[in-house]
């Protein structure tokens, strides 16, 4: 069995690429600034039109509402909403939304607005805070994946300025 030892120059573009990636997902998730306002949040009331589970959570409609809503699932939740919304029949549900900050998912022109509460007949499924706490354990979660990746760049940039060292070190051949 042999062993590929990689070159300085392979070392030196996989520090770079780490470093960039590292860099790059720490820095955006240190930067959202979190969840709207509760106070600035609209209140949205009806009963459900439909529910669509996707990949990142959950859209639905409300029958009163033309807008569609998103739940974003955080810490495994997603079928826990799902039910809820799935069984609420003809009670009535209550969201709180922010209007003036629509997603629009890509290759789509629906705008999709994120759910910070969601409650059923007056039983809260979701409150502003469990939102609130699970958006900021994803960022934190971010921050340190970011530093593991700075960390494996400075690991590699070590490895290539060591290899260099050695090459020089035995000369030309």
Excluded: C
């Amino acid at each position: 069995m042999s062993t590929t030892k990689l070159t300085p120059r392979t070392y030196y573009f996989l520090a770079i690429a780490q470093l960039s990636l590292g860099l790059g997902i720490a820095y955006f998730s240190s930067q959202d600034k979190g969840l709207p306002d509760y106070d600035s949040l609209q209140k949205g009331e009806g009963h459900i039109a439909w529910v669509k589970s996707n990949e990142s959570g959950i859209d639905f409609g409300l029958v009163e509402e033309k807008r569609t809503f998103g739940y974003a699932s955080k810490n495994g939740t997603k079928v826990f909403v799902q039910n809820f919304l799935m069984d609420a029949g003809k009670q009535k549900i209550k969201v709180l939304y922010d209007e003036k900050d629509p997603v629009k998912p890509i290759f789509s022109d629906e705008l999709i607005y994120p759910v910070y509460e969601l409650s059923v007949s007056g039983t809260v499924v979701k409150s502003y805070s469990e939102i609130a706490d699970a958006w900021k354990t994803d960022n934190q979660i971010g921050v340190w994946l970011g530093t593991a990746f700075m960390l494996f760049g400075a690991y590699f940039l070590f490895q290539a300025s060591s290899q260099s060292q050695q090459l020089r070190k035995k000369g030309p051949l």
